[in-house]
């Protein structure tokens, strides 16, 4: 007989959730009674989990095993009817997203921090899916976030081990816990989407790829669409096993991060395609030999092939990107005629759009892309659009971008991050920028001349609701931008990101060196916000 058990227990201060839930060092969710908090206040805010089914999974990062633990037993604890979780605990976030969709769940806690390094010195996070598989909304987040102020006790069950290990149905308490295969569901919504023969008869060609997993969730997934299904050969999945701490590696997939793979792929003799996921397997960067897809240009490609893809194959309702990713997008979609929605960084954005069948592309330039599939970003999602594409227009990655370009100009595009930067000098940067926006345009700064700059506020078109303070923009003469924000992902000090933009029309200009390109764009930045001179760095840490 299971017993539960009511523990007193008192608010803890921070505990205030980011763009994608909660994200701390792992030691700080081990502290005492930090995650159960957490946990109760989900419940408390979403109104109780009282005969709800929920899904449950993560990246497996350091911490995970005994997160989802303490996850089913305060379920239990609280009346919760049903608790669907991946087999040891693992779900990649896209596939979290389509369980809860496919199953009819009430909504899903998802154990991650995404692109964040792991490990007991890393990062851990904890994040709430709603009922339509994406993340919760600014209001729900509100509402759990004022439950974390005034949480006084915590419900759970005294339980041993709860088996993960094998597939099985098992009860605790009156709870019912059904542990999944974490692949299968997603490769089969994935077989539906991509003409998976098509694929398949590319790598018959003798078409090489590399996937590098990152020692994150995607491997598993990677290995059997890309290896057992369509027939990779065996080794084209790098760094496949998960491993708690990311092999000591940081599961962000980058140039800088993912540097054995880009090592391969600038090689004469490299792979003719690579790719790589992240963390919990929701983003991706695309990558062909000596030819890099920044994520913007990724979205804008999708976008103009959609129609080749069986599930596109009746076009697009609309496209959506977050206001700093560049605007390569809404040239596609004003050439297709249709809708492109600029909205705030977060995914939970775009839900709205997605439910209202607004929108069917959504993207990001932080490496995140997806579509009305499930309600989050999907890394393996965009690889098997890439591939799709490439087997039914052949030619390479690099033929592919040009003629995009040659079709509809290109928008260099950079982004500059500023890791771990003093919080009071990051603030004070943005309130330097903020206090010159009125006073901006017309001002010429080396060639570029000024043509507007503010504040980027969002009204969402379906609810009405409005978000402010959402990035500082300041637009160029002839298309150009600069845009500023504070990252909301990171758990150490602040992350400036800086967003660079350069609209060239000139095909003998199509292939310079992006840094190269923008030069101007980067310089009129420094002048306006002080960067150097307010953070202390002479350079950022990453360049995308």
């Given at each position: 007989?299971?017993?539960?058990?009511t523990?007193?227990?008192?608010?803890?201060?921070?505990?205030?959730?980011?763009?994608?839930?909660?994200?701390?060092?792992?030691a700080?969710?081990?502290?005492?009674?930090?995650?159960?908090?957490?946990?109760?206040?989900?419940?408390?805010?979403?109104?109780?989990?009282?005969?709800?089914?929920?899904?449950?999974?993560?990246?497996?990062?350091?911490?995970?095993?005994?997160?989802a633990?303490?996850?089913?037993?305060?379920?239990?604890?609280?009346?919760?009817?049903?608790v669907?979780?991946?087999?040891?605990?693992l779900?990649?976030?896209?596939?979290?997203?389509?369980?809860?969709?496919?199953?009819?769940a009430?909504?899903?806690?998802?154990?991650?921090?995404?692109?964040?390094p792991?490990?007991?010195?890393?990062?851990?996070?904890?994040?709430?899916?709603?009922?339509?598989?994406?993340?919760?909304?600014?209001?729900v987040?509100?509402r759990?976030?004022?439950?974390?102020?005034?949480?006084?006790?915590?419900?759970?069950?005294?339980?041993?081990?709860?088996?993960?290990?094998t597939?099985?149905?098992?009860?605790?308490g009156?709870?019912?816990?059904?542990?999944?295969?974490?692949?299968?569901?997603?490769?089969?919504?994935?077989?539906?989407?991509?003409?998976f023969?098509?694929?398949?008869?590319?790598?018959?060609?003798?078409f090489?790829?590399r996937?590098?997993?990152m020692?994150?969730?995607?491997?598993?997934?990677?290995?059997?669409?890309?290896?057992?299904?369509?027939?990779?050969?065996?080794?084209?999945?790098?760094?496949?096993?998960?491993l708690?701490d990311?092999?000591?590696?940081?599961?962000?997939p980058?140039?800088?991060?993912?540097?054995?793979?880009?090592?391969?792929?600038?090689?004469?003799?490299?792979?003719?395609?690579g790719?790589?996921?992240?963390?919990?397997?929701?983003?991706?960067?695309?990558?062909?030999?000596?030819?890099?897809?920044?994520?913007?240009?990724?979205?804008?490609?999708?976008a103009?092939?959609?129609?080749?893809?069986?599930?596109?194959?009746?076009?697009?309702?609309?496209?959506?990107?977050?206001?700093?990713?560049?605007?390569?997008?809404?040239?596609?979609?004003?050439?297709?005629?249709?809708d492109?929605?600029?909205?705030?960084?977060?995914?939970?954005?775009?839900?709205?759009?997605?439910?209202?069948?607004?929108?069917t592309?959504?993207?990001?330039?932080?490496?995140?892309?997806?579509s009305?599939?499930?309600?989050?970003?999907?890394?393996?999602?965009?690889?098997?659009f890439?591939?799709?594409?490439?087997?039914?227009?052949?030619?390479?990655?690099?033929?592919?971008?040009?003629?995009?370009?040659?079709?509809?100009?290109?928008?260099?595009?950079?982004?500059?991050?500023?890791?771990?930067?003093?919080?009071?000098?990051?603030?004070g940067?943005?309130?330097?920028?903020?206090?010159?926006?009125?006073?901006?345009?017309?001002?010429?700064?080396?060639?570029?001349?000024?043509?507007?700059?503010?504040e980027?506020a969002?009204?969402?078109?379906?609810?009405?609701?409005?978000?402010?303070?959402?990035?500082?923009?300041?637009?160029?003469?002839?298309?150009?931008?600069?845009?500023?924000?504070?990252?909301?992902?990171?758990?150490?000090?602040?992350?400036?990101?800086?967003?660079?933009?350069?609209?060239?029309?000139d095909?003998?200009?199509?292939?310079?060196?992006?840094?190269?390109?923008?030069?101007?764009?980067?310089?009129?930045?420094?002048?306006?916000?002080?960067?150097?001179?307010?953070?202390?760095?002479?350079?950022?840490?990453?360049?995308?």
């Amino acid at each position: 007989m299971t017993t539960f058990r009511t523990i007193p227990t008192e608010p803890i201060e921070g505990q205030k959730p980011g763009t994608s839930g909660l994200r701390k060092k792992t030691a700080v969710f081990q502290g005492h009674h930090y995650l159960e908090n957490f946990i109760q206040s989900i419940w408390n805010g979403i109104g109780g989990v009282q005969g709800k089914t929920l899904v449950l999974g993560g990246d497996g990062r350091h911490f995970n095993s005994q997160a989802a633990q303490v996850v089913l037993r305060m379920a239990a604890a609280s009346g919760a009817k049903k608790v669907i979780v991946g087999k040891r605990a693992l779900l990649s976030t896209p596939a979290a997203s389509h369980l809860i969709r496919k199953r009819g769940a009430d909504g899903g806690i998802i154990l991650s921090a995404s692109h964040n390094p792991g490990g007991p010195n890393g990062d851990f996070g904890v994040k709430f899916n709603s009922a339509n598989g994406g993340p919760a909304s600014e209001s729900v987040m509100a509402r759990i976030f004022d439950a974390t102020k005034v949480v006084s006790e915590l419900h759970i069950a005294e339980s041993q081990d709860i088996g993960l290990r094998t597939l099985d149905t098992l009860t605790l308490g009156d709870m019912e816990i059904e542990i999944v295969d974490p692949v299968t569901d997603y490769a089969a919504l994935m077989q539906e989407l991509f003409d998976f023969d098509a694929i398949s008869g590319l790598f018959k060609s003798g078409f090489r790829m590399r996937f590098d997993a990152m020692h994150a969730v995607t491997g598993p997934y990677a290995r059997t669409i890309l290896e057992e299904i369509l027939g990779a050969p065996p080794g084209t999945v790098m760094n496949g096993l998960p491993l708690p701490d990311f092999g000591e590696g940081h599961p962000d997939p980058n140039p800088t991060w993912a540097k054995q793979l880009w090592d391969e792929m600038m090689s004469d003799s490299g792979p003719d395609f690579g790719a790589a996921s992240d963390g919990d397997g929701d983003r991706n960067m695309i990558v062909g030999r000596k030819a890099y897809v920044s994520p913007s240009d990724s979205l804008a490609v999708i976008a103009a092939n959609a129609t080749l893809v069986p599930g596109y194959r009746d076009g697009l309702k609309g496209v959506a990107r977050s206001m700093p990713t560049s605007q390569a997008v809404d040239r596609v979609a004003a050439r297709l005629g249709i809708d492109c929605y600029e909205t705030p960084t977060g995914w939970k954005f775009f839900g709205n759009l997605l439910d209202a069948g607004r929108a069917t592309l959504c993207g990001e330039e932080s490496f995140g892309t997806g579509s009305d599939h499930v309600r989050e970003k999907d890394g393996l999602w965009a690889v098997l659009f890439w591939l799709n594409i490439l087997a039914v227009k052949g030619g390479s990655v690099a033929e592919l971008l040009d003629a995009h370009w040659a079709e509809y100009g290109r928008n260099y595009y950079s982004r500059h991050d500023y890791e771990a930067v003093d919080a009071a000098a990051a603030n004070g940067l943005m309130d330097h920028v903020r206090g010159q926006l009125a006073s901006l345009p017309g001002q010429s700064f080396g060639a570029l001349t000024v043509e507007t700059a503010d504040e980027f506020a969002y009204d969402d078109p379906v609810d009405g609701s409005r978000s402010e303070g959402q990035g500082l923009r300041i637009g160029f003469a002839g298309g150009g931008r600069v845009v500023l924000r504070l990252s909301g992902t990171g758990t150490d000090g602040a992350t400036l990101r800086v967003y660079h933009e350069k609209v060239e029309e000139d095909a003998a200009r199509f292939n310079l060196d992006p840094q190269e390109a923008l030069a101007d764009i980067i310089a009129a930045a420094e002048t306006i916000a002080g960067i150097k001179a307010r953070t202390g760095r002479d350079a950022p840490d990453v360049i995308t």
